[in-house]
């Protein structure tokens, strides 16, 4: 039997702000996979608060397939609620995580 995966981009405005903060969890961390699944590969253990940037940096759309978003993340980098610092590109790590494990300060 052979998976398959719908990856989907969404348009977003190119001035718009897409910084999330990584939740808390019980495991203290959350896995950036290499695909959109937990049956990929981890690439890295992402800790509560730091930045993940959801606009593909080659589309400048938001990619999504199912419940997993690519994210580029910043190791190191805090965001708040408050504050959305600037993220060393030369730093960031591309990779998977599930939507629910983001917290993007949506009202």
Do not use: N
């Amino acid at each position: 039997m052979f998976a398959t995966s719908l990856v989907v981009a969404v348009s977003a405005p190119s001035e718009a702000r897409y910084a999330c903060a990584v939740k808390r969890t019980a495991d203290g961390y959350v896995a950036l996979r290499q695909g959109p699944s937990a049956r990929h590969p981890e690439v890295a253990r992402m800790k509560p608060q730091e930045l993940a940037g959801l606009l593909h940096p080659d589309r400048d759309d938001i990619v999504r397939s199912g419940d997993w978003l690519f994210v580029r993340w910043y190791p190191g980098t805090r965001r708040t609620a408050s504050h959305i610092p600037v993220g060393d590109e030369s730093k960031a790590r591309a990779g998977w995580v599930r939507d629910k494990l983001l917290d993007c300060f949506e009202e």
